[in-house]
Structures are given as C-alpha cells and as structure tokens.
C-alpha cells in the first residue's frame, strides 16, 4: 500500500502544528512571531525546504507503514 501526502496537505498541517505550539508554549509575542514568520518564508510552497519536507515525511510514513506490515508478518496468531 503506498500513502503519499501532496505539499498542500503537509503545508497545511505544518501550518496548524507551529500555530497551536507557538499559541500554547507560553512564548513571548515576539517569539511566537518569529516562529509563524519562519513558517511563512522558510517553509513556502514550492521553496527547497518545503519539497524537502514533503519528500521526508513521505519517506517516513512509507518506512512506518512497511514496518507495520512487516511486524504483523511476523507476529504469531496466537500472540494478540
């Protein structure tokens, strides 16, 4: 089975993720704007950073699936 995010999806939930972290880690105004300004210029749709975001989370996500597939491969059915 192969999953694979588009960059609008993971830009999105990066998105969400440096919000709710800069909103709830207590952080100063000025920090939690230096934060949400780094997402917005760092991290753009079509920049090197986030393409290589995109290609690593993939990654990741594919290497966890075959992980899991592989483990209940080898799991006994009496072991549940």
């Known amino acids: 089975m192969e999953v694979r995010f588009t960059d609008d999806e993971l830009a999105e939930v990066l998105s969400r993720l440096v919000n709710r972290m800069a909103d ?8 939690r704007a230096m934060i949400k300004r780094w997402r917005s210029t760092q991290m753009k749709l079509g920049g090197d ?6 290609r690593k989370a993939n990654e990741d996500f ?8 592989r483990s209940q491969i080898r799991k006994p059915d009496w072991a549940d």
């Open 24 to 31: 709830e880690a207590g952080l100063s105004d000025k920090d």
């Open 49 to 54: 950073e986030m393409d290589d975001f995109v």
């Open 62 to 69: 594919a290497r966890g699936i075959a992980r899991r597939e």
